[in-house]
C-alpha cells in the first residue's frame, strides 16, 4: 500500500512563495507518476501540475502556469510544488495524487495524501 504524505502549507502573504512536498512510502513502483490538485471552500477538486516517472515530462494548469512549477526526486520518491507569486485565490488544501495513469483527466491513480492548507491573506 503507497502512502503520500504532504508537507510545506502555511500562511502567506499575497506575492509570497511556498514549497510543498509529497513523500510516497510503502514501495511505489519506479513507473509512479506523481502530481498535484487542489480544494478551496465550496468548490470541486481542481488539477495543478503533474510529473512523469521519469521526471522528463509536466503538465500545469493553465490557472497556475508560470507561477507554480513541479519537480520531484526520485530517491526517495518525492514531488515537490513550488508555488510564487501566490495569489488569495489559490487558497485551498492542496492534495498529493500518485499512481500509472497518465491521461487527459489528469487523476494518476487512487492514492492520495492527506492535503496540506495553503492560505495566502495579507
Known amino acids: 500500500q503507497v502512502q503520500l504524505v504532504e508537507s510545506g502549507g502555511g500562511l502567506v502573504q499575497p506575492g509570497g512563495s511556498l514549497i510543498l512536498s509529497c513523500v510516497a512510502s510503502?514501495?511505489?513502483?519506479?513507473?509512479?507518476?506523481m502530481g498535484w490538485f487542489r480544494q478551496a471552500p465550496g468548490k470541486e477538486r481542481e488539477f495543478v501540475a503533474r510529473?512523469?516517472?521519469?521526471?522528463?515530462?509536466?503538465t500545469i494548469a493553465d490557472s497556475v502556469k508560470g507561477r507554480f512549477t513541479i519537480s520531484r526526486d526520485n530517491a526517495p520518491n518525492t514531488v515537490y510544488l513550488h508555488l510564487n507569486n501566490l495569489e488569495p485565490e489559490d487558497t485551498a488544501v492542496y492534495y498529493c495524487?500518485?499512481?500509472?495513469?497518465?491521461?487527459?483527466?489528469?487523476?494518476?491513480?487512487?492514492?492520495w495524501g492527506q492535503g496540506t492548507q495553503v492560505t495566502v491573506s495579507s
Open positions: 495524487n500518485a499512481g500509472t495513469l497518465w491521461t487527459a483527466g489528469y487523476v494518476l491513480g487512487n492514492y
Open positions: 510503502g514501495h511505489p513502483g519506479s513507473n509512479y507518476h
Open positions: 510529473i512523469i516517472a521519469s521526471g522528463r515530462t509536466q
